[in-house]
């Protein structure tokens, strides 16, 4: 499993996660029926985290620097 997500990648997706975590606890953001929809937020944290996503490898491309 070699690395296929870049810097900046990595930062705007822990970015993303965390938006969408804080929209999931409800953290400055109204309660509405479709908070759990924030909990998607885990999969770009991981990715960013671990520095490898599945769907760049099933699409074929790569933002890290060689």
């Keep these: 499993m070699s690395k296929n997500v870049g810097t900046i990648d990595r930062a ?3 970015i993303a996660g965390a938006v969408l975590i804080a929209f999931a606890l409800q953290f ?3 309660a509405t ?3 759990w ?3 998607i937020g885990v999969v770009p944290l991981l ?3 671990a ?3 599945p769907a760049y490898t099933l699409i074929g491309i790569s933002t890290c620097k060689r």
Excluded: E, Q, S
């Design 51 to 53: 520095g490898f996503c």
């Design 12 to 14: 705007i997706r822990v």
């Design 28 to 30: 400055g953001f109204p």
């Design 33 to 35: 029926g479709w908070n």
């Design 47 to 49: 990715t960013a985290l």
């Design 37 to 39: 929809i924030g909990w």
